[in-house]
Every structure is written in C-alpha cells, then in structure tokens.
Nanobody, 114 residues
Framework: QVRLVESGGGLVQTGGSLKLSCVLSGIKFSLNDMAWYRQARGHEREVVATISPEEVIYYTDSVKGRFTISRDNGKSTVYLQMNDLKPDDTGVYYC????????WGQGTQVTVSS
C-alpha cells in the first residue's frame, strides 16, 4: 500500500517560516519525481515545487527565492522549507509522488496571517 504522509503545517505570521515534510512508503522513493502542490480556498490546485530523482528542481515563480525543496532518499522524505511567508501562501499543501502513476498525500494546512 502506497502512503504519503505530510506534516509541518500550521499558523504563522507574515514573514515567518515553516518546514513541511512528506514521507513516502510502499514504493521505492528514489525512483519517484516528488512535488509539493497547494490549493487555496476557491482556487485550483497548483504546483509549488518539484524535484526529480536526479534532483532537477522547479519552482513556480511566486515562491522563487523563498521556498526550497529537497529530498532525502535514505529517509524516503521530501521537504519544503518555506521562508518569508505571505498571506497568499495560505492553503492546503499536498505532497505527490510520480513514477508509473501519481500518488497524493492527505494535505497539511498552512495559514499565514497578515
């Protein structure tokens, strides 16, 4: 059974930081493209950052210079370090793993107060 479990969300003030973690089990982590998405209320889910098995990284423009995605294959974990958070970063953050198919975590809420 494939599982993705996110943690690290919470409430933070503008300018603050959070670090999200996502642990993958049930399939070989090192083979998967890993990604963080977010969904704000009333909006579609959007990609925030991705990291390939070769550690090729992509960030959406709005988070460049503030967020850092990383992976630890030994711990089957992908991270998202979020600095200088803004109210527009508020939403549910989802972790995904993709190889032969895509899998999703249950999401973790991030709320940035102004």
């Amino acid at each position: 059974q494939v599982r993705l479990v996110e943690s690290g969300g919470g409430l933070v003030q503008t300018g603050g930081s959070l670090k999200l973690s996502c642990v993958l089990s049930g399939i070989k982590f090192s083979l998967n493209d890993m990604a963080w998405y977010r969904q704000a209320r009333g909006h579609e889910r959007e990609v925030v950052a991705t990291i390939s098995p070769e550690e090729v990284i992509y960030y959406t423009d709005s988070v460049k210079g503030r967020f850092t995605i990383s992976r630890d294959n030994g711990k089957s974990t992908v991270y998202l370090q979020m600095n200088d958070l803004k109210p527009d970063d508020t939403g549910v953050y989802y972790c995904s793993a993709r190889w032969s198919k895509i899998y999703w975590g249950q999401g973790t809420q991030v709320t940035v107060s102004s």
